[in-house]
């Protein structure tokens, strides 16, 4: 089968970002077919909408196929407009919304931004995470490990930084990472500082081989990214972990997303 | 009106990342009510799935209103006993997977994971974008500056490193960022290995009371945090940024998704 192409329209009055990620996870499932996404954000007035509707149509009329339309569009009036164009539609908020309001017994209250405006405290304590995530990135600080919600270890290229990062960005999480160095290995302890918070470690691990792909990228025919010794670190490492009883994940054949929901359900079982 | 409290289900056979993340947009607008979120991923074994179908249950009954379960799970039969929950469904497969597949004339292959794996070169050029808005992240290197996508430059504590870490994860963007410091406000002009890259520069200013209060949590009480100089140096940056012709943004009452978003959108008319 030839692979096929298709445009799919994320149109919102507010970001999109809820409807192009509900888009990429439903869309990537089709594998033999090509999407190209196009962006409409930010349509809050009947002449943006208008204009929207026009070009969608135009898109429609260049190709050979009608074009997906992914839609969060707050405003009944707007959502009738836009629906007037030759396209496919996924609406969110006919699907989803009214069914809701009735279940709660309340209104949806169409505030474009709400979810992600420096008035909500959600908003504010994910961007504090996130701070908190890059100064305590690779152990450059540890000033403030004891307010850590989760502290990663692991050797060097073992998937700390973007874990982090991603914990924090996606839930909120004070997520600090410390890595684990040849001179732990050698001494045969946990290094120091990390030794009060035991309770909030978690591993990370990767198999030797991918380990020294990663690592000749940063630094090609180096010690650091010999064969030789990402097996040494690696088994180093997890020889450690085992004896220090730090549960660990395998993130070789693993997302950061994955690995990030897997470290989240071990942090709410052990609450 | 009392504040309602209701439990939101993340129900899924993948991480529902993708739930979450429209659960999020849709239920933050009901603002009158308090959701807690309770997660149960990767349910890819019908014990799995026997096992949250009582935990649902047991949910529902100890709480006065019946659960919210949002749902992203790929096995039909899965579904259909998850189904039986004693919940509120908001079904995502259900809703949009059958109307795609007769739309795409494709079947949905319903491969967990396949959105974020390793293998995908979509989630790899995400990671490496990551990797390169940390490594050009404020100024710190600008040996691969041509190879960037987009860069951000303003003062100090704009919000230029969260926006770039954003644009590389949600959008695989290579954004790298580099401040604007009082020696190029005196010098008069931008920094010299900024100038070849002209056509990817974008500024962020904020109003200096802002500044002031994030940099005072910084650097309490210090010249770098005083109303005086944060006045200074935006006005300077923006005087700046107006002579050089670079377009800036104020990040003052925006999200970094809703200012990622904008930048997006430039990035396209440019091209």
């Known amino acids: 089968?030839?692979?096929?192409?298709?445009?799919?329209?994320?149109?919102?009055?507010?970001?999109?970002?809820?409807?192009?990620?509900?888009?990429?996870?439903?869309?990537?499932?089709?594998?033999?077919?090509?999407?190209?996404?196009?962006?409409?954000?930010?349509?809050?007035?009947?002449?943006?909408?208008?204009?929207?509707?026009?070009?969608?149509?135009?898109?429609?009329?260049?190709?050979?196929?009608?074009?997906?339309?992914?839609?969060?569009?707050?405003?009944?009036?707007?959502?009738?407009?836009?629906?007037?164009?030759?396209?496919?539609?996924?609406?969110?908020?006919?699907?989803?919304?009214?069914?809701?309001?009735?279940?709660?017994?309340?209104?949806?209250?169409?505030?474009?931004?709400?979810?992600?405006?420096?008035?909500?405290?959600?908003?504010?304590?994910?961007?504090?995470?996130?701070?908190?995530?890059?100064?305590?990135?690779?152990?450059?600080?540890?000033?403030?490990?004891k307010n850590a919600d989760i502290i990663l270890v692991g050797v060097s290229r073992s998937g700390k930084t973007p874990t982090s990062l991603y914990l924090s960005l996606q839930f909120s999480l004070k997520a600090a990472n410390y890595p684990l160095i040849p001179e732990d290995f050698e001494r045969g302890e946990l290094p120091s500082r990390l030794q009060p918070y035991r309770g909030k470690l978690y591993g990370l691990t990767i198999a030797p081989e991918q380990l020294q792909r990663i690592r000749n990228e940063r630094r090609p025919n180096s010690k650091y990214s010999s064969l030789e010794n990402c097996r040494y670190e690696v088994a180093a490492a997890e020889k450690m972990m085992r004896r220090e009883g730090i549960k660990w994940f395998d993130t070789t054949a693993k997302s950061i997303e994955e690995l990030s929901v897997q470290l989240m359900q071990e942090l709410e079982l052990g609450r």
Do not use: W
């Open 1 to 145: 089968m030839n692979t096929q192409k298709r445009t799919v329209i994320y149109v919102s009055d507010g970001t999109g970002i809820t409807a192009e990620t509900l888009g990429h996870g439903l869309l990537t499932q089709f594998d033999n077919i090509e999407f190209k996404p196009v962006r409409f954000p930010f349509l809050d007035s009947e002449e943006k909408v208008r204009d929207c509707l026009a070009r969608i149509n135009e898109l429609s009329r260049r190709e050979a196929v009608r074009p997906i339309v992914i839609m969060t569009q707050t405003n009944s009036d707007f959502s009738a407009i836009l629906h007037q164009a030759e396209a496919f539609f996924i609406d969110l908020f006919d699907a989803f919304i009214v069914p809701l309001e009735q279940e709660l017994g309340s209104r949806y209250t169409r505030a474009v931004g709400r979810s992600h405006g420096h008035a909500n405290p959600e908003y504010n304590s994910r961007i504090a995470a996130m701070n908190f995530a890059l100064a305590h990135d690779d152990g450059v600080s540890d000033t403030d490990l």
